[in-house]
């Protein structure tokens, strides 16, 4: 399985980035798919989860309300609508596959996680 993120870039604070995480190799129909995010000299942290069946999301509390995931089965592809981004959101963005259905806070667990992809770099200008 390889994952493909891309989308990042550089904008100024409230602005918007969407980011796409193209799979390959297998189909994820029964996958969980993740983001998460690094920021230079901070550790890795959640911001974001959609199990394939069924659809059902799951969001960190610092991105409520102004994220979105989303996925196309038939382009074995993830989304990260980002809005009202803030400087603080600037990071190297991650997106994740897990081979095994996750329920609850387990979504939020990077070790849950078993392919990852190479990351997209995220930059908010104040």
């Known amino acids: 399985v390889q994952l493909q993120a891309s989308g990042g870039g550089l904008v100024q604070a409230g602005g918007s980035l969407r980011l796409s995480c193209a799979a390959s190799?297998?189909?994820?129909?029964?996958?969980?798919m993740g983001w998460f995010r690094q920021a230079p000299g901070k550790e890795r942290e959640f911001v974001a989860s959609i199990r394939w069946s069924g659809g059902s999301t799951f969001y960190a509390d610092s991105v409520k309300g102004r994220f979105s995931i989303s996925g196309d089965n038939a382009k074995n592809t993830a989304y990260l609508q980002m809005n009202s981004l803030k400087p603080e959101d600037t990071a190297v963005y991650y997106c994740a596959a897990a081979t095994r259905r996750l329920i609850n806070t387990a979504q939020a667990m990077g070790t849950m996680y078993d392919y990852w992809g190479q990351g997209t770099q995220v930059t908010v200008s104040s």
């Open positions: 190799g297998r189909t994820f129909s029964s996958y969980n």
